[in-house]
């Protein structure tokens, strides 16, 4: 049976046309976190369509995780939401920089995919289609640091094939980038394997943290990375109270 094709945006309604074209922009980057998106009005102007029409869009895009719907104050692209989480989404880049130490990153292997021919993407990340895998190495002060290894959802990072991550981590530019609702870490340790011993510098069979992480924009998921560190050279370090 052939697949039907996907709606022309003139055939689509018109609320979800105005959702599809918004969520576009901010998938690609040319509207960023925190940014202000046109009033309910200039939207109005712009797809010539009721106030009712645009509310159920802009409502559809907050309820994605997409949005953030403030009174009297506008609506903006949402921010990552970390204060929830007791582990955020740290910036490996910034954290060595913060403690003084130069970082380096060095991009070791990618390739394009589908979770259809990878059994291991489509357990990490669902049947999502298209994918990214990456393999790069963390440094500090030129020694290494972290093994990373990440699959990335390229459904639902357009272009992001084409970005030059040989001196650029992954994961910095998914946070100033694409946004994401909800957020797990998983925390362990393993003993380094022959490849992971020789890319960090340590002996086959070493101790290591590993730092798992899954990301997901509503029910969609983003990327999958799994870090692997030098046993001693980092640190998780989780501050919190009661609730009141």
């Known amino acids: 049976m052939t697949a039907a094709a996907d709606p022309s945006p003139s055939a689509l ?9 918004i969520e576009g922009r901010i998938l690609a980057g040319d509207l960023r976190p925190g940014e202000r998106i046109p009033s309910e009005l200039e939207l109005m102007a712009h797809y010539g369509c009721a106030r009712m029409t645009v509310n159920k869009a802009l409502s559809r895009l907050a309820a994605s995780g997409l949005l953030d719907r403030r ?11 970390t204060v929830s989480m007791v582990l955020d989404i740290p910036d490996l880049a910034q954290e060595v920089q913060g403690r003084g130490q130069a970082y380096g990153f060095r991009l070791l292997s990618r390739s394009l995919g589908d979770t259809a021919s990878d ?6 990340l669902g049947p999502v289609g298209p994918i990214l895998r990456l393999s790069g ?10 093994l990373e290894e990440r699959v990335i959802n390229l459904a639902l990072v357009p272009g992001m094939a084409e970005v030059d991550f040989t001196t650029d981590p992954p994961g910095g530019w998914l946070l100033r980038h694409i946004p994401w609702t909800e957020a797990e870490n998983r925390i362990g340790a393993v003993s380094a394997s022959r ?28 990327t999958f990375v799994r870090q692997t560190f030098v046993a001693g050279a980092y640190e998780l370090v989780a501050r919190f109270g009661p609730t009141r």
């Open 13 to 21: 309604p018109m609320h979800e046309r105005i959702r599809q074209e």
């Open 137 to 146: 190495l963390h440094l500090a002060d030129g020694a290494p640091l972290a």
């Open 195 to 222: 490849d992971q011993a020789r890319a960090l510098g340590v002996a086959a069979g070493a101790a290591c943290l590993v730092v798992a992480r899954h990301t997901w924009r509503g029910a969609d998921s983003v």
């Open 71 to 81: 009174k009297r104050a506008g609506t903006f692209v949402a921010r990552p939401r």
């Open 119 to 124: 059994a291991e993407a489509a357990a990490e």
